[in-house]
Every structure is written in C-alpha cells, then in structure tokens.
C-alpha cells in the first residue's frame, strides 16, 4: 500500500495520461515482480492498463501465498524457549493453530485442542517434562482418575508443577551451558588471560604480574642482568621444551616466554624457530 501511494502520487506528478503513469509506475520494479508484469502486459494489454490495475496485479501475486504450510511445519517443531512462560507458549501454539485452521492448503490438517495439548506436552523442558510424566502416572495408575486431556488443563496442571520442582541452576552432568542457557543464568564468560598476566599460584616471593615493558632493552641494566641469568639457566632446554616446576617460575618471574626463553612475548604468541641467545635478546 505505501508503494502504491508512494509511486502513484510521483507517477502523476510527472504524467497526466494513464499510459504515461504506467510505464513511469514500471520502471520503478525489479527482478521476479518486472518480469512478471511485463508477460502480463505481452500477453495481453488489457489486462493492466492504469497504475491502480498494476498494484491489483502485484497484490494478487505476491500477497496470495498461504502461509498455512510454514505454520504446520512451526507447530509441529515448537519447544518451549528460554525465559518463556507455559502460558506464553500456549499462546504461540494456539495462534499457530489459527492459521492452520484458517488455511486452504491440502497439505495442513485440522488441528484440535488434543493436538495443542500434545504439542505442549512434547515442546516441554526436560525437567519439566519428567515431572508432569510422574504426575500423570501417579494420577493415571494409582489414584485411577482420568488426566487432563485439554490444553487449558494440561497448562494449569504445569504451572502448579512448576511451583513445586527445583529447576537446575548447574548443567547436567557431562553436557555444558547452551549459549541460551548461559546467558539466561547469567554465567560468566571464560577469560583467557596471558602468562605474564596470570596472578601467582607457584608461590613467588616477587611475581610480576604483568611485564614491565614491552621490549628487553626498554629495561635498566639490573633487570638486564637479570633476564639474562634467567636465560642462562634455561640455555640446555629445547625449543618447547617440557618445564619443570621450577623452570616455569623461573620464567614466570622473569616474565620469559616457556618456548623459547625470548622476553617480550608470551608461549601462546612465540614464533621463534630458535631458543635465545643470552648475549642476543
């Protein structure tokens, strides 16, 4: 409707004569819609003459999908989502089921109140799913009373179930956090930290806990000194070599790459090919 107005109040500013509009109209369109108003008009030019017939034509071809094969297809793989009420999906399948209902495509059938009841039933979270199969069977086999078989009833029997279980706060055992499921129980993100940066759990009587500077010769001649007795004593180790506890505070302290001894760098970052020379940092 807004292309209609939009393009027919330009179309007459520019154009008194009907065919004139038109053609101004079908220079604004592109792509699937130009080619098919163009077969129409080759086909024959009375089917569009004006601006008015041409949106009647645009309406009628892309506004008459049914939309009751995409909600069929929805309905059928809805679940309950994270933060949503039992109410609000209820709501959502119910709407669904509307179009459904309202759809004249051969593919969608009929959906009843069983089949929402179903759905909401199927859609649930684990544990709210296994404390409304518990019920049910308690109401079914031992009290021997017919369950709740409406969608209304099935939501009224949840909500109360939902008052009385303890939902997780921790990830089942051997699966992690989903992305929903960490930022709905506002879990901390993980963060990676260098190893200059890494607080002291070797117990060092002066950790560093973060490099001073960034190259070896922005340091004074007594740190100089320093690094490269560090260095000295790493001289045996290979490239990537396995370090013993005392070798990694050793660096650690000194603020050395665990590679390749280098300062300035961290093992995550090192690219050396070599271990260092102490003469040549």
């Not at 601006?51 to 892309?62: A, G, I, M, P, W």
């Not at 369950?147 to 997780?168: D, F, N, S």
Request: charged fraction near 25%; aromatic fraction near 6%.
């Amino acid at each position: 409707m807004h292309w209609y107005r939009e393009v027919s109040c330009w179309s007459q500013c520019y154009a008194k004569d009907e065919a004139q509009q038109l053609v101004l109209a079908l220079q604004t369109l592109g792509g699937t819609a130009r080619i098919l108003i163009d077969n129409t008009i080759m086909e024959n030019k009375e089917n569009i003459k004006n601006v008015h017939q041409l949106f009647q034509s645009l309406k009628d071809t892309f506004q008459r999908r049914d939309p009751g094969p995409d909600a069929w297809g929805e309905f059928h793989r809805a679940r309950m989502r994270v933060g949503e009420t039992i109410i609000e999906f209820l709501n959502r399948l119910t709407t669904l089921s509307f179009v459904i209902n309202m759809s004249t495509d051969p593919t969608c059938e009929h959906v009843g109140k069983s089949d929402i009841a179903n759905r909401l039933r199927a859609g649930l979270p684990r544990d709210l799913s296994s404390a409304l199969e518990k019920h049910l069977s308690l109401i079914v086999v031992d009290l021997k009373q017919d369950p709740p078989k409406g969608p209304w009833e099935m939501a009224a029997t949840i909500t109360r179930l939902e008052k009385t279980i303890e939902r997780p706060t921790r990830p089942p055992t051997g699966r992690s956090w989903g992305h929903a499921e960490r930022r709905s129980n506002d879990f901390p993100k993980k963060v990676v930290t260098s190893v200059s940066a890494m607080p002291n759990t070797l117990g060092l009587d002066n950790p560093t806990s973060k490099r001073r500077h960034k190259s070896y010769f922005d340091l004074t001649p007594e740190m100089q000194e320093t690094v490269k007795a560090a260095q000295l004593s790493l001289q045996d180790k290979a490239l990537g070599a396995t370090l013993a506890a005392e070798e990694k505070a050793i660096c650690l302290q000194n603020s050395l790459c665990m590679r390749c001894f280098r300062y300035g760098h961290d093992q995550r970052e090192c690219k050396a090919k070599s271990t260092v020379n102490a003469s040549k940092n």
